[in-house]
């Protein structure tokens, strides 16, 4: 019913740049909070950065002033802009969509996508 697919992954030299993004698609609504998170190998997943539909944030103290988080709640996408990249930011990175309202009006919890890979190397 509801599908994420990120994009925007990939290997960038240490201090570079790199921008993410994740487009909800089906019978949406209204999503609520939306969200990054990430998983290097033999690591649990972490938060990296959420954001309300209201457009509030909460970023991962490892992240703060490197990494923005947006959101266009018209075409159900959310971004992530990650500057200043560093070795140890290498991860998949997967899109969270907290909460998802229906055109039905079904409230249905918790999609994930499929991750993306991020490789932070010379």
């Known amino acids: 019913q509801v599908q994420l697919v990120e994009s925007g992954g990939g290997l960038v030299q240490p201090g570079g740049s790199l921008r993410l993004s994740c487009a909800a698609s089906?019978?949406?609504?209204?999503?609520?909070?939306m969200g990054w998170y990430r998983q290097a190998p033999g690591k649990q997943r972490e938060l990296v950065a959420r954001v309300t539909s209201g457009g509030s944030t909460k970023y991962a103290d490892s992240v703060k002033g490197r990494f923005t988080i947006s959101r266009d709640n018209a075409k159900n996408t959310v971004y992530l802009q990650m500057n200043s990249l560093k070795p140890e930011d290498t991860a998949v990175y997967y899109c969270?969509?907290?909460?998802?309202?229906?055109?039905?009006?079904?409230?249905?919890?918790?999609?994930w996508g499929q991750g993306t890979q991020v490789i932070v190397s010379s």
């Open positions: 969270n969509a907290d909460r998802v309202v229906l055109t039905t009006r079904v409230t249905l919890d918790g999609f």
């Open positions: 089906g019978s949406i609504f209204r999503i609520d909070d």
